[in-house]
C-alpha cells in the first residue's frame, strides 16, 4: 500500500476533531474490510486517503445493550459477528442477526463492524434492510454534538451517506420489540457465502388476532440505495395473514423496486426475486410472530 | 510518518516492532517477525491464506481474521496464533494430523490458512455438520483440492479431538 498517516484516537470527540483538523484527505477505518481491500485494489474512481484515523480503539463505539422499554443499543464499531451472535439479537431483532451473518466470511464478520456496513452505503448491505424495517436511529456525532437521524435519511446513494466530512456514526437505537411481532431477512445468491445479495427482502410483522396490525418492508440491492417499501406495506396492514394478502404485497414490492442489470442479475430478474422472496419473506414472519 | 512501535505476542512470546502505518499484520507477521506460515494469496481477504487467530486486548476470546486485511498499528497488544503455534512439544496439533491423515493437503499454499479457519472454527464449535464445516472455511480457497478431503480432515479431527 503507499504510505498513509495514521491516528489511533480514544475518544469519538477526539476523533471528531482530528478528522475535521485533518481535512477530506483523512478518512475513519474501522474495520477495515471494505476500506483497506479498496486502497489495494486501487480502482480509478477511488481516491487514496493521505491519512487514516482508526476507530478501533474508541471503547464508546463498542458494544450492545438491550432493555424492554429502551429498545437495542448497538455501537457502531461492534462487530458483524458479535451482532450476529448476540443472544438477545437472535431472539428479539432476528432479522438483524440473520443480515450481519450473511456478510463475506467468518473473517469478515470478525473485523468487519455494522457502522461500517452501513456507511459503505452499498445498496447490497445486509444490514440495511432489517435497520430500516425496525425503524433504527443512527446517532452521529460531530462538531456540534450529537444528532439523531432515522436510518432512512442516511442512505444517499450507492456509496453516499448523509454524513458530512468529520461527523462519525457513533451507534444505532433501535425501538423495543413489539409483541406479537415476527422479523426475517433473506437474501439471494448464487453462493451461500463469500457473496454480494442480488436481491433482499427484510418484513417486521406484527399479528393480532390473525390481522396484520403493522408491517414494516424494505428490500436491498434493488434501488440506488437500501428503502421501505411503503407499498407492500399499507397492502398488508389492516389484511389478515393470509397467502392473498401475501401475494399482493409482493406484488407491490415488485412494482415499486427500481433495479439496475449488471454482472449479478438484470433488473427483470430482481424484480422477479423481489416478487418471489417477498412473499416468502412476510409469510416467514407472520409464523415467526406466532399467529 | 515515524515508525510506530507495536506490541505483540505471537505463539507466547512476546515482541516488540516496529511498523510503517502502511504495513499490514500479515506483512509485519512475515517479513518483520519471520513467521512465514501465514500466506498472501489475494492481498484482499477473498482467499483466506492469510488467516490467523487474533486475540485483542479488549476481546474476550480469539478470532480468525484475514492478516492482509488488518493495519499492523491496529495490532498492538493483541496476541496471536499462527500455524506455527499450533504443534505443542514436537506434535503436530489433531488438525494438522488430520489434514494429512485425510489428504487434504495438495500444493500447500492454502494450507496454513484452512487449518487456522478449522481450528478456529472447532474451537467454538467442537461437532459441526458438514454444512457448519463448509461455512468455517467459506473464506478459505483452495484450487487443488476440490474441498472434499478439507471437510473430510475437519470432520476426523473433531471426532479425534472430541474423543481424547
Known sequence: ?291 | MPKQIINVRINGEAHEVAVEPNWTLLETIREALGFTGPKEGCGTGDCGACSIILRGPQDERGRLLTSCLMLAPQADGAEITTIEGLAADGTLHPVQQAFIDAGGVQCGFCTPGMVMAATALLDSNPNPSLEEIQRGLAGNLCRCTGYTKIFAAVEMAAQRMRSS
Do not use: W
Not at chain 1, 30 to 51: C, N, S, W
Not at chain 1, 113 to 137: F, H, K, Q, R, V
Open chain 1, 1 to 291: 500500500m503507499r504510505p498513509f498517516g495514521y491516528y489511533a484516537p480514544r475518544t469519538l470527540e477526539e476523533a471528531v476533531a482530528l478528522l475535521r483538523e485533518l481535512g477530506e484527505v483523512a478518512r475513519p477505518v474501522a474495520g477495515g474490510t471494505d476500506l483497506v481491500a479498496q486502497m489495494k485494489e486501487g480502482r480509478a474512481k477511488f481516491r487514496y486517503p493521505d491519512m487514516l484515523v482508526s476507530l478501533a480503539g474508541i471503547s464508546e463505539m463498542q458494544g450492545i445493550d438491550f432493555g424492554e422499554s429502551a429498545g437495542l443499543r448497538i455501537g457502531a464499531g461492534t462487530r458483524l459477528a458479535d451482532v450476529a451472535g448476540s443472544p438477545v439479537i437472535r431472539d428479539r431483532y432476528r432479522a438483524l442477526a440473520d443480515g450481519a451473518g450473511l456478510i463475506g466470511s467468518v473473517q469478515t464478520m470478525n473485523m468487519g463492524t455494522i457502522g461500517g456496513n452501513i456507511c459503505n452505503a452499498a445498496p447490497s448491505a445486509d444490514t440495511a434492510p432489517a435497520l430500516l424495517a425496525y425503524e433504527a436511529e443512527a446517532v452521529i456525532v460531530g462538531r456540534d454534538g450529537r444528532r439523531s437521524v432515522p436510518i432512512e435519511e442516511i442512505f444517499k446513494g450507492p456509496g453516499v451517506t448523509a454524513l458530512e466530512h468529520g461527523e462519525l456514526l457513533a451507534e444505532l437505537r433501535l425501538p423495543a420489540p413489539v409483541p406479537n411481532t415476527g422479523s426475517v431477512y433473506r437474501r439471494h445468491t448464487p453462493r451461500k457465502q463469500m457473496d454480494i445479495a442480488v436481491a433482499g427482502v427484510a418484513a417486521v410483522i406484527t399479528v393480532e388476532s390473525g390481522v396484520i396490525t403493522r408491517a414494516r418492508l424494505a428490500l436491498g440491492a434493488v434501488g440506488p440505495t437500501p428503502f421501505r417499501a411503503r407499498q407492500a406495506e399499507a397492502t398488508l396492514e389492516g389484511s389478515r395473514a393470509n397467502d392473498d394478502a401475501f401475494t399482493r404485497a409482493a406484488a407491490a414490492a415488485a412494482n415499486e423496486c427500481s433495479p439496475i442489470s449488471d454482472v449479478r442479475g438484470s433488473a427483470e430478474f430482481r424484480q422477479h426475486l423481489v416478487r418471489v422472496m417477498t412473499e416468502t419473506v412476510v409469510r416467514e414472519a407472520v409464523l415467526a410472530a406466532g399467529a
